[in-house]
């Protein structure tokens, strides 16, 4: 299939000497300069990025005046944190910052994403909280640029609310080009599609960028406070801390964004949401580019488990990129 067309095989399991299927995708890789290097299954048409769309809106929120004073909040407002204690903790104190509480929030009660933290909660008698979902860092953002703005709070998540109409003029500016639909993420906040394309050129805009803008802010906190970014064994956690100057974000979906600090971009849509498949393609992505580490090769592969232990692996398809 053409780069224009269906989804494509990009990876493929295999377990002993079987291969027992694929996952079919789209993944496109841009040069420095812009132009597009590598695109299979069909990467120029709309998607929602999901939560690789944060890095944008952080952007955007900046934009729309909000100001932190540490780098550490600007990486927490792009995060998909894994309700770790010091996530926890940072979001909490970024809200009372601006006098609010966590009632303010309208992301949706949830475990936090790391099984640990779920099963210490549990332990200690808590259940689903607004907090420990993965957006709240997000949405304290959110709330914190309403405040500093004197917007509404009640009815930040709103597509009419300043705040979403600044966001999204800055997605699709930094998109290079138009929102296709807006639909509602999981978190409850408006979600913009564009095209895998444009997720990418989302990416390398912001690297590439002149230091001090909130493009090169946003991306140079992320890329100084991975962890939280994600959290402890996170994909974009691990990624940033194996390739120098990386900037990654992914989305559930198989969603999956890169960028290095030459403008090289990469961005990736598994079909059928798998999220074991998009880091073997990232990867690849990457080698193919020229990025080689030894912390990289261990991501390479995502192996499959059988009684407790690896009896196969996730791996691209050997044409992938050839």
């Known amino acids: 299939m053409n780069e224009h067309g269906s989804p494509v095989p990009l990876v493929e399991m295999v377990r002993g000497d079987i291969v027992e299927g694929l996952h079919h995708g789209s993944v496109v890789v841009l040069a420095p300069d812009g132009r597009v290097k590598h ?27 909000l100001e932190l004073t540490e780098d550490a909040d600007v990486a927490l407002a792009a995060s998909s944190h ?14 009372n ?19 640990a933290e779920r099963d210490q909660r549990a332990s200690e008698g808590f259940g689903k909280q607004r907090i420990t979902m993965n957006c709240s860092g997000k949405h304290a953002a959110m709330l914190a640029t309403c405040a500093q703005r004197g917007w509404a709070l009640e009815d930040y998540l709103d597509t009419k609310h300043p705040l979403q109409v600044d966001l999204h ?14 639909s509602v993420d999981g978190c409850g906040a408006p979600l913009f599609a564009v095209s895998l394309t444009g997720l990418a050129r989302t990416f390398r805009t912001m690297v590439t960028a002149q230091p001090g803008t909130p493009q090169r ?37 198989g969603v999956l964004a890169l960028a290095l600090p030459d403008g090289h971009a990469v961005a990736v849509k598994i079909a059928d949401g798998s999220a074991r498949a998009r880091l073997p393609v990232a990867v690849a992505a990457l080698r193919s580019v020229g990025v080689a580490s030894e912390e990289l090769d261990a991501l390479a592969e995502t192996p499959v488990l ?5 009896v196969g692996k996730v791996r691209p398809t050997a044409d992938l990129f050839g």
Do not use: F
């Open 97 to 115: 910052r601006h006098d609010l509480t966590e009632d303010a929030l309208r992301c949706p009660t949830d475990w936090p994403l790391r099984e």
């Open 217 to 253: 802010r946003v991306a140079d906190a992320m890329r100084a406070h991975p962890w939280l970014v994600a959290g402890t064994d996170r994909e974009d956690t691990l990624l940033m801390r194996a390739v120098d100057g990386l900037l990654s974000k992914s989305g559930v979906e």
């Open 39 to 65: 695109s299979r299954g069909g990467a120029d048409q709309p998607m929602y990025p999901r939560s690789a769309n944060k890095p944008a809106q952080a952007v955007g929120m900046i934009r729309s005046g």
């Open 82 to 95: 894994s309700g770790e204690p010091e996530h926890l903790l940072r979001t909490r104190e970024l809200l």
């Open 169 to 182: 003029e800055t997605v699709s500016e930094l998109a290079g080009e138009p929102v296709a639909a807006t």
């Open 306 to 310: 059988g009684g407790g232990r690896t």
